[in-house]
């Protein structure tokens, strides 16, 4: 059973350029949820998407955006990238309201570095 | 954004020991709270979690002891091994809001 999977694992972008992460969510998971982890700090809340919609969203700028596919796979795209954008980006996913358990799983993450 | 405080941000103990990590919270409104373990280069993983409506849950080597009305919980590791090294986050959530604490680096010396 393949766990959350993200590509690319690292990238380098320089300031201005756009940049798409994917994220194939754990088999029977059908929401997904994006973060950003900066160096030596804790995940912090992008968005989440649920049949296709973003359901929830945290304290980011528009430049940040997302979709999810019909077969629950979901894109991060960021615009105009800005130095401190630079970071890991943790796709987690669900089931839908994640039951009694909770739980997120997360993928191994996608290290953005912009120059 | 940061609704989750969490401390010590490093830690050090000697094989065999006992590792606390304490978090405190802001919103009463939260109704989970996830501890994750992260090694390098690979995602977080849940470790253990307590909902509001108990005080204490332990699994195995690993405890949480959750004070609703100081809003604060904390984790307990019993027994510490060289190979619970990792960054340790506690987390607490509403729906499908998590947020989490900046994380505490533990190292277990042999």
């Known amino acids: 059973d393949a766990g959350v999977t993200q590509s690319p694992t690292h990238l380098i972008k320089t300031r201005g350029q756009q940049v798409t992460l994917r994220c194939s969510p754990k088999?029977?998971?059908?929401?997904v949820s994006w973060y950003q982890q900066a160096l030596g700090q804790g995940p912090q809340f992008i968005f989440q998407?649920?049949?296709?919609?973003?359901?929830q969203r945290g304290n980011f700028p528009d430049r940040f955006s997302g979709h999810q596919f019909p077969n629950y796979s979901s894109e991060l795209n960021v615009n105009a990238l800005l130095l401190g954008d630079s970071a890991l980006y943790l796709c987690?996913?669900?089931?839908?309201?994640?039951?009694?358990?909770?739980?997120?799983?997360f993928g191994e993450g996608s290290r953005l570095t912009v120059l | 954004q940061q609704q989750v405080k969490q401390s010590p941000q490093s830690l050090i103990v000697q094989k065999g020991g006992i590792s606390i990590i304490n978090c405190a919270y802001e919103n009463t409104a939260f109704d989970y709270f996830p501890w994750y373990q992260q090694f390098p280069g690979k995602g977080p993983a849940l470790l253990i979690a307590i909902r509001p409506d108990v005080s204490e849950k332990k699994e195995g080597r690993f405890t949480i002891s959750f004070n609703k009305s100081a809003k604060q919980f904390s984790l307990h590791i019993m027994d510490s091994q060289p190979g619970d090294s990792a960054t340790y986050f506690c987390a607490a959530s509403l729906k499908d809001d998590m947020r989490f604490g900046a994380g505490t680096r533990l190292t277990v010396k042999p």
């Open positions: 088999s029977g998971h059908d929401t």
């Open positions: 998407y649920y049949e296709e919609e973003e359901r």
């Open positions: 987690a996913s669900s089931p839908k309201d994640r039951g009694n358990t909770g739980e997120l799983f």
